[in-house]
């Protein structure tokens, strides 16, 4: 079992710059697989980074490619997103995610197995 705690959400200003961490638990962080998504209220989950098990590789959807960059420190089994020039459309909880059964780039929502509480970001504008 994983447990994923997100911090690092507030309010900002459009053009601002946030950054979010996910802590996880479990001794085998390091094998799995993370994304992070958002969701705002009345929409479906977005998918908006997703790292594979080294950090050697990211992957971005065209809406935050360029603004966005996830990290992550398996050492500290902790994994970043990094987000500037943040818009008001960005605003949303947003998630991290882990999957158990992939170590590259993940994408689709149905594949991760455990998932944090989320954290609020909310851009004024």
């Known amino acids: 079992q994983v447990q994923l705690v997100e911090s690092g959400g507030g309010l900002v200003q459009a053009g601002g710059s946030l950054r979010l961490s996910c802590a996880a638990s479990g001794r085998t962080f390091n094998s799995y697989a993370m994304g992070w998504f958002r969701q705002a209220p009345g929409k479906e989950r977005e998918f908006v980074a997703a790292?594979?098990?080294?950090?050697?590789?990211?992957y971005y959807p065209e809406s935050v490619k360029g603004r966005f960059t996830c990290s992550r420190d398996n050492a500290r089994n902790t994994v970043y997103l990094q987000m500037s020039n943040l818009k008001p459309e960005d605003t949303a909880v947003y998630y991290c995610?882990?999957?158990?059964?992939?170590?590259?780039?993940?994408?689709?929502?149905?594949?991760?197995?455990?998932w944090g509480q989320g954290t609020q970001v909310t851009v004024s504008s």
């Open positions: 790292i594979n098990w080294s950090g050697a590789s990211t």
């Open positions: 995610a882990a999957d158990r059964n992939h170590y590259g780039i993940v994408v689709n929502t149905w594949d991760y197995d455990y």
